[in-house]
């Protein structure tokens, strides 16, 4: 299975490319450490029923989620994961673990059900199932040939 490690020449997808994102350099926007959260990886495939769509947000709560169609045509993921809160009595010796504001929008197709959308999380992972509308396949009828 070929899988692209950057979604630049997706036609559905809305980010912005980031010249950064796989650079041995510190990005000018924001510290190395976040770069995990803030550009959440996710797994798009289509099945003849629906859009899944799966983020891996690691160690994140679905209250720090959000899942949003706008104008009926953009699935939007996003959500912050906060600094742990510090204790005067700590001392910390190495901070590596993500934190920061993320958001994906992906542009979805006109065929779906925007009313019957669903999402779930488990163990870091969050799925979003975009139903398709059916589509009526063609009835077809034969025609004998007179001759």
């Given at each position: ?7 630049i ?124 509308v ?9 025609i004998?040939?007179?001759?």
């Open positions: 299975m070929l899988r692209s490690s950057s979604s020449f997706d036609p559905f997808s809305l980010d912005a490319w980031d010249p950064f994102k796989d650079s041995p350099l510190p990005s000018p926007s924001f510290s190395r450490e976040n770069t995990a959260i803030v550009s959440a990886r996710v797994d798009w495939r289509e099945t003849p029923e629906a859009h899944v769509f799966k983020a891996d947000l690691p160690g994140m709560k679905k209250e720090e989620v959000k899942v949003e169609i706008e104008d009926d045509s953009v699935l939007k993921i996003s959500g912050e994961r906060h600094v742990e809160k510090e204790d005067k009595n700590d001392t910390w010796h190495r901070v590596e673990r993500s934190s920061g504001k993320f958001s994906r929008r992906f542009r979805l197709p006109e065929n779906i059900k925007m009313d019957e959308v669903r999402a779930s999380m488990e163990n870091g992972v969050l799925t979003v199932t975009v139903p398709k059916e589509t009526k396949k063609p009835d077809v009828k034969s004998e040939i007179s001759g």
